[in-house]
């Protein structure tokens, strides 16, 4: 059974940085697709950053469309079986509930339909503080 436990929600002010963690488990394949999403109240769910994991490694998916490009960075430790989002410049408008979530598919078939994906984390909550 695939799981996914985000770590790392906290407050913060504005303008500081944040690491979000992401343990993933449960994969017997090396070809799968974890994207981070935020939702605030009453937003709809946003993609963040993606990183698809892959034999040999891994490979960022950083379009253009996402909002939060050039504060956002998506990264993965192979050992640890994790994925990082690395967060700077944080403002106000940041604070929601951040979901990491996979799916067996290429990040750049999927691109940012959150709806493809299947399995989720619980999340784990951002404040920023103005």
């Known amino acids: 059974e695939v799981q996914l436990v985000e770590s790392g929600g906290d407050t913060v002010e504005a303008g500081g940085s944040l690491k979000l963690s992401c343990l993933v488990s449960g994969y017997t394949t090396e070809h799968y697709c974890v994207g981070w999403f935020r939702q605030a109240p009453g937003q709809e769910r946003e993609g963040v950053g993606s990183i698809y994991i892959h034999t040999g490694g891994s490979m960022s998916y950083d379009p253009d469309s996402y909002s939060v490009k050039g504060r956002f960075t998506v990264s993965r430790d192979y050992r640890l079986n994790t994925v990082y989002l690395q967060m700077t410049s944080l403002k106000p408008e940041d604070s929601a509930m951040y979901h990491c979530?996979?799916?067996?598919?290429?990040?750049?078939?999927?691109?940012?339909?959150?709806?493809?994906?299947?399995?989720w984390g619980q999340g784990t909550r951002v404040t920023v503080s103005s």
């Open positions: 979530a996979a799916v067996e598919r290429p990040c750049a078939a999927i691109q940012n339909n959150y709806q493809a994906f299947r399995h």
